[in-house]
Each structure stands twice: as structure tokens, then as C-alpha cells.
């Protein structure tokens, strides 16, 4: 069973920028593709983004309120994939979850198609 850890949230004013981290347990993270889903209180887990196995694709169009502002990327070297957000806004105020996907799969914005789910890291937007 792979293990997903985040890190990387915290405290940050309206405007700020912060740079998310999930590490996988195991040999195969390259062949998994990953993604980034948040939770706020009260409300549905909601896709961020995806990102393919091989890299070389990732997908954020299914998340209106990302528009260039986030950004996925992964360094399968070092088993960890990344979520960049700039220009963060009070909305953005979350649990960020990693999770991983299907094995060669594609950056899927479906939640039901990945099978193991990081904690979550605790993002806060002050105005």
C-alpha cells in the first residue's frame, strides 16, 4: 500500500504564493499518474489538478478557479509531486489532498479513479 505525505501548507495572506509537496512511499511512483484534490469545511473534495504518468501531461481545465494561477508538476526521482499556487485568494482556504492514480493512467479529473489518498495539508488564505 503506498503512502502519500504532504507538506508544504500553512498560513499565507491573499495575493501570497505557496508550494505544496507530496512524497510516495515505494519503488513506482513514475508509472502513476497524480493529482491534487482540496476540501474546504462544509464543502465537496474538488479536483485542483492532474498530472500524467510519464509527466508529460497535466490537465486543470476541470477547476475554474485554478486560470493559470496553480500549476502540477512531479520529479519522479525524488517520488514527489508538486502543486505551485500564486496568487492565492481567501477561496482557496483548504485541505489539500494528493492522491494516486492509475497506473500509466492520464490526468484524469475523476476523484473515484484514484485508489490512495495522502492526509491532507491545511492551506489557510487571510485577506
Known amino acids: 500500500q503506498v503512502q502519500l505525505v504532504e507538506s508544504g501548507g500553512g498560513l499565507v495572506q491573499a495575493g501570497g504564493s505557496l508550494r505544496l509537496s507530496c512524497v510516495a512511499s515505494g519503488r513506482d511512483f513514475s508509472w502513476y499518474s497524480m493529482a491534487w484534490f482540496r476540501q474546504a469545511p462544509g464543502n465537496e473534495r474538488e479536483f485542483v489538478a492532474a498530472?500524467?504518468?510519464?509527466?508529460?501531461?497535466?490537465?486543470?481545465d476541470a477547476a475554474d478557479f485554478v486560470k493559470g494561477r496553480f500549476t502540477i508538476s512531479r520529479d519522479d526521482a525524488k517520488n514527489t509531486v508538486y502543486l505551485q499556487m500564486n496568487n492565492l485568494k481567501r477561496e482557496d482556504t483548504a485541505t489539500y489532498y494528493c492522491a494516486r492514480g492509475a497506473r500509466r493512467g492520464g490526468p484524469s479529473p475523476a476523484a473515484q479513479e484514484f485508489g490512495s489518498w495522502g492526509q491532507g495539508t491545511q492551506v489557510t488564505v487571510s485577506s
Open positions: 498530472i500524467s504518468w510519464s509527466g508529460g501531461f497535466t490537465y486543470t
